[in-house]
């Protein structure tokens, strides 16, 4: 396989290629935990519910506790179904990174402790923004409901004042609850990062680091690009294209490797691009 890149020697690609390779032990994913965990927390939502339902029978606060047991009863289907999509995106996963750790994978990098540092810190910043981005939409979204709502005279109390705080405090309490329990599941991922042997296997059909595996191919996603990082050295960076019903939609992973390893790296693009 000829290539414009003066790094990348035939003798490389042939290495890269001799498959299988020595077997990798302790390729962990945060995915198969944070499905059990989703999925024993939802639990809770369920178990409100019931305990408000029974202090709802008190005549003289009914009206109350009803309303946060179907408070508590509109919140549950989503952890649930949360924990539904990730055991499913780990099922999906767990045969090819089975495949990939038996040693059918392109390189094996060892990350050091300043590269995985930075890792990591970055993987911590990207989750650290989800919790009060998931509480603003839905917050955003309570405030418009209670706009409609009242509208349609659709109202939870008779004066304005009282509906429009009333319905906007229960979306600020599903996206307290919701970006916090998000914001959990992603903080598992930062703990296996720190916990296990920082490293990274790229295979023909997917990649994995330390605590992720990405396929190269899943329902609704697909590799559509390979490219050294410009604004940080040592990575690679591969574009994901996400479908969606207003078209694909560019998703960018970052992924380190040795700073003496950047002709296996420049091999692994040119292997990949024969791909999409």
């Not at 750790?101 to 050091?112: D, M, S, T």
């Not at 349609?152 to 009282?162: K, M, P, T, V």
């Not at 042997?197 to 595996?213: E, H, K, M, N, S």
């Not at 479908?243 to 693009?269: F, L």
Request: hydrophobic share 50%.
């Amino acid at each position: 396989m000829a290539t414009d890149n003066p790094e990348v020697t035939d003798e490389l690609l042939v290495k890269l290629q001799a498959m299988p390779k020595a077997p990798v032990d302790d390729l962990v994913v945060a995915t198969s935990v944070q499905a059990r965990r989703a999925f024993l927390a939802s639990l809770i939502f369920p178990l409100l519910a019931a305990i408000f339902f029974v202090l709802s029978l008190n005549p003289l606060q009914e009206r109350l506790w009803r309303h946060w047991m179907f408070v508590m009863l509109a919140i549950y289907p989503t952890p649930g179904l949360i924990s539904l999509l990730v055991w499913l995106w780990s099922w999906y996963g767990a045969a090819p990174l089975k495949k990939l750790g038996a040693g059918w994978y392109y390189v094996c990098w060892q990350i050091q402790a300043d590269q995985w540092q930075r890792e990591c810190e970055r993987i911590g910043g990207q989750n650290r923004k989800l919790g009060p981005i998931i509480f603003g939409v839905i917050v955003f979204a309570g405030m418009c409901v209670a706009g409609l709502a009242w509208e349609d005279n659709n109202r939870l109390f008779a004066g304005f004042a009282a509906h429009f705080a009333g319905i906007t405090a229960i979306s600020a309490l599903i996206g307290l609850v919701l970006g916090g329990f998000l914001q959990w599941l992603g903080s598992l991922t930062g703990r296996l990062m720190r916990t296990h042997t920082p490293q990274v296997l790229i295979g023909p059909d997917g990649f994995y680091i330390t605590g992720r595996y990405w396929p190269f191919a899943a329902p609704g996603q697909w590799i559509a690009a390979v490219q050294f990082l410009e604004s940080e050295a040592d990575c690679l960076e591969f574009t994901f294209q996400i479908a969606t019903q207003h078209g694909p939609r560019d998703q960018q992973v970052v992924v380190p490797y040795p700073p003496d390893k950047k002709a296996e790296a420049s091999a692994v693009q040119e292997l990949l691009k024969q791909g999409y």
